[in-house]
């Protein structure tokens, strides 16, 4: 149990539906993550809550819109995505921002776009 | 740009020693981490290091030389629950991580 949950593990949805995905994280920690991880590439950041501020939102698509309505719950809401958008999504929290706050991984939704 | 450069794909033996090397040009540094990630789960923190020098935590142990951007992570005694993919990820001037490709460990008997 890494104190943060992610729901649901897998979601294949097609190019019109609209989705949600979620994360809690049960620690107590002040910033939250959302990471898209593609087989081979490197963890890509898509966007950092601190203090439920989003302070980090790294050129990601208007079609992934995130939402965190307090310090513990964390959304991603999708729509019209490509299928270039299937991978995995993994969610983390930290502590603080700064210094050697290690993040706390979610499971990760593994998404197929159809 | 900002770049983490590691192995793609390393082999070892179980009982053996194994050494995944780590190279980073970033903008800033603010410290640099180590995650090991097995199939289809989440990444778990490892070993953290921001000064130079070696830090051991039981089998593994981590390196940092900031004047050569290079990190190395050491794995003593492997075990065949080892075999993973290992991340090292640097920490910006901006407090955002870089994160490299990952390195897949394969423990063979």
């Known amino acids: 149990e890494t104190g943060v949950t992610q729901t649901p593990r897998h979601l294949v949805m097609g190019m019109t539906n609209k989705k949600s995905l979620k994360c809690e994280q049960h620690?107590?920690?002040?910033?939250m993550y959302w990471y898209k991880q593609s087989a081979k590439k490197p963890l890509e950041l898509m966007f950092v809550?601190?203090?439920?501020?989003?302070?980090e939102n790294n050129s990601v698509p208007s079609r992934f819109s995130p939402e965190c309505p307090n310090s513990s719950h964390l959304f991603l809401h999708l729509h019209t995505l490509q299928p270039e958008d299937s991978a995995l999504y993994l969610c983390?929290?930290?502590?603080?921002?700064?210094?050697?706050?290690?993040?706390?991984f979610g499971p990760g939704t593994r998404l197929t776009v159809t | 740009g900002q770049n983490i450069d590691q192995p793609t794909e390393m082999t070892a033996t179980e009982g053996a020693i194994v050494q995944i090397n780590c190279t980073y040009q970033?903008?800033?540094?603010?410290?640099l981490f180590w995650y090991q990630q097995h199939a289809g789960e989440a990444p778990t923190f490892l070993s953290y290091?921001?000064l130079d020098g070696l830090e051991e935590k039981g089998r593994f142990s981590s390196f940092l030389s900031r004047s050569k951007g290079y990190s190395y992570l050491l794995l003593k005694e492997l075990q065949m629950k080892d075999s993973a993919s290992y991340l090292c990820?640097?920490?910006?001037?901006?407090?955002?991580?870089?994160w490299g490709a990952g390195t897949k460990l394969i423990i063979k008997p």
């Open positions: 983390a929290s930290s502590q603080a921002m700064e210094g050697g706050s290690e993040q706390y």
């Open positions: 620690l107590g920690h002040n910033a």
């Open positions: 809550y601190n203090f439920k501020e989003q302070t």
């Open positions: 970033t903008s800033g540094f603010n410290g």
């Open positions: 290091n921001v």
């Open positions: 990820a640097v920490t910006d001037s901006n407090y955002q991580l870089i």
